[in-house]
Nanobody, 119 residues
Framework: VQLQASGGGLVQAGGSLRLSCAAS????????MGWYRQAPGKQRELVAV???????NYADSVKGRFTISRNNAKNTVYLQMNSLEPEDTAVYYC??????????????WGNGTQVTVSS
């Protein structure tokens, strides 16, 4: 199983970006998919998560600005980021929790994608 994230970049404060992360491989199902971020000198933190049934949870710092969604048929998760702030600058990682494959079930991390918000 591989998770490929894309969509990061450089944007001015107040701008928008949309991240995508696609899981590929022999996948039967994925329980939850989410986005985490890690800024320089800080610990990785949860940004948003969405379950197979589309229950969502957001970090307080992004509520009202970010929207997470997923396409279960495509094993893809998206993060629409609006009203970006310099404090959102970080490497964003996607995560797939409870991935069921013919070999069993486990969690996976995708490659990081850099998001930089200039003031």
């Amino acid at each position: 199983v591989q998770l490929q994230a894309s969509g990061g970049g450089l944007v001015q404060a107040g701008g928008s970006l949309r991240l995508s992360c696609a899981a590929s491989g022999s996948i039967f199902s994925i329980n939850a998919m989410g986005w985490y971020r890690q800024a320089p000198g800080k610990q990785r933190e949860l940004v948003a998560v969405i379950t197979f049934g589309r229950y969502t949870n957001y970090a307080d710092s992004v509520k009202g600005r970010f929207t997470i969604s997923r396409n279960n048929a495509k094993n893809t998760v998206y993060l629409q980021m609006n009203s970006l702030e310099p404090e959102d600058t970080a490497v964003y990682y996607c995560n797939a929790e409870g991935v069921v494959t013919p070999q069993g079930g486990t969690d996976y991390w995708g490659n990081g994608t850099q998001v930089t918000v200039s003031s």
